[in-house]
């Protein structure tokens, strides 16, 4: 199962963006879809999760800015940010679980979109 980002790009302080993820592949069920970043530097931490049933878990540091969604029918979860902050500055990257044909399960991840927040 392959993961594309897009949506990532240069915006002001006090901005927003929206980041969306497809997956491809022969996805039989999906289960978790998440949304990571890793500033420079820094490791890499999970941003906003949403689980099988729907409910969604995020960072303390963006909750009340950020929204994860999904469309389990175009395989696709987004990031929605508002009011970004020069922290938010990194490369996000999705990830999905799930199962593909054959019942395998599999975790996948993006290649990453850059989000550079400028004050």
């Known amino acids: 199962v392959q993961l594309v980002e897009s949506g990532g790009g240069l915006v002001q302080a006090g901005g927003s963006l929206r980041l969306s993820c497809v997956a491809s592949g022969t996805i039989v069920g999906i289960n978790t879809m998440g949304w990571y970043r890793q500033a420079p530097g820094k490791q890499r931490e999970l941003v906003a999760l949403v689980s099988s049933g729907g409910s969604t878990n995020y960072i303390d540091s963006v909750k009340g800015r950020a929204t994860i969604s999904r469309d389990l029918i175009k395989n696709t979860v987004y990031l929605q940010m508002n009011s970004l902050k020069s922290e938010d500055t990194g490369i996000y990257y999705c990830?999905?679980?799930?199962?593909?044909?054959?019942?395998?399960?599999?975790?996948?991840w993006g290649q990453g979109t850059q989000v550079t927040v400028s004050s």
């Open positions: 990830n999905i679980q799930g199962k593909e044909f054959g019942w395998k399960i599999f975790d996948s």
